[in-house]
C-alpha cells in the first residue's frame, strides 16, 4: 500500500514538474542578442594594414603593402585567403553565447594552449581590434570566439578555425602553374607567320 502511495506522489509530482517547465519554456522572454553582443567592430576591411595569429610565443604576421598585395615574411602572402579572413572577421554574427567567463575555455579551445590570438592593425600601427579563436563547434559551421574586454565565449556563425591554423607556407601564394602565357611579342610573330 505504501510503495503504491510513493509511486503515485512520484508520477503527480513529475507531470506537475513537466507541465512547470513547459509551461516556463513557453513565457520565457526571447534571448537577443544584438544589441550588446556587436561585437565591437569599428573597424573597416580597407583600414586594416597588418593582421597578427598568435599562439603562445609563436606569432604569423601578415601585412599589406599597397591596396591587394598581402606579404609574409617579405614573400607575397594568398591575397585572396587573407582577405575571406578580414571578410568572416567583419561579417560575422553572434549565434549564441555559450559561457559567461573562462570557466569553460579548455573545453571551447579558448585557453592558451589551443586558442589562437588575432589583433588586426592600422597602417599608423594601432590595435583596430582583437579577439581569441577557440574551437570549431561541433555543427561544423561555428566557431567559438571571445572578444578582447568582453568575457563571454560566443558560438559565430563561421568557421574561422581552420583560417587562423594555417600555416606559414599555407598563407604564401601558390606559383600559377600550368602553360605560360605567351608573350605579346610572341604572339605576334604568330600572327605574322600565318
Not at 593582421?51 to 599589406?64: F, P, S, T, V
Not at 549565434?95 to 588575432?118: F, M
Not at 600555416?167 to 604572339?187: C, E, M, N, V, Y
Request: hydrophobic share 40%.
Amino acid at each position: 500500500m505504501m510503495r503504491c502511495y510513493a509511486a503515485w506522489v512520484m508520477t503527480v509530482l513529475t507531470v506537475v514538474g513537466l507541465f512547470a517547465l513547459a509551461y516556463v519554456e513557453m513565457h520565457e522572454p526571447a534571448r537577443s542578442p544584438a544589441p550588446s553582443l556587436a561585437l565591437g567592430r569599428q573597424w573597416q576591411v580597407a583600414d586594416v594594414t597588418r593582421i597578427e595569429i598568435r599562439h603562445g610565443k609563436d606569432a604569423l604576421m601578415l601585412e599589406r603593402q599597397g591596396d591587394h598585395t598581402w606579404r609574409l615574411g617579405g614573400k607575397p602572402a594568398d591575397a585572396q585567403a587573407v582577405q575571406q579572413l578580414l571578410e568572416d572577421l567583419k561579417q560575422m554574427q553572434v549565434e549564441r553565447i555559450v559561457a559567461w567567463n573562462a570557466a569553460h575555455d579548455r573545453e571551447l579551445g579558448l585557453d592558451d594552449a589551443e586558442a589562437r590570438d588575432v589583433r588586426l592593425y592600422a597602417s599608423d600601427g594601432s590595435m583596430l581590434w582583437q579577439c581569441r579563436i577557440g574551437r570549431q563547434a561541433r555543427d561544423l559551421t561555428s566557431t567559438y570566439l571571445r572578444v578582447q574586454g568582453d568575457d563571454r565565449a560566443l558560438a559565430v556563425d563561421r568557421a574561422l578555425r581552420w583560417q587562423v591554423l594555417r600555416t606559414p607556407d599555407i598563407w604564401l601564394a601558390k606559383a600559377k602553374s600550368g602553360p605560360s602565357q605567351p608573350s605579346a611579342k610572341s604572339a605576334e610573330g604568330a600572327s605574322s607567320h600565318d
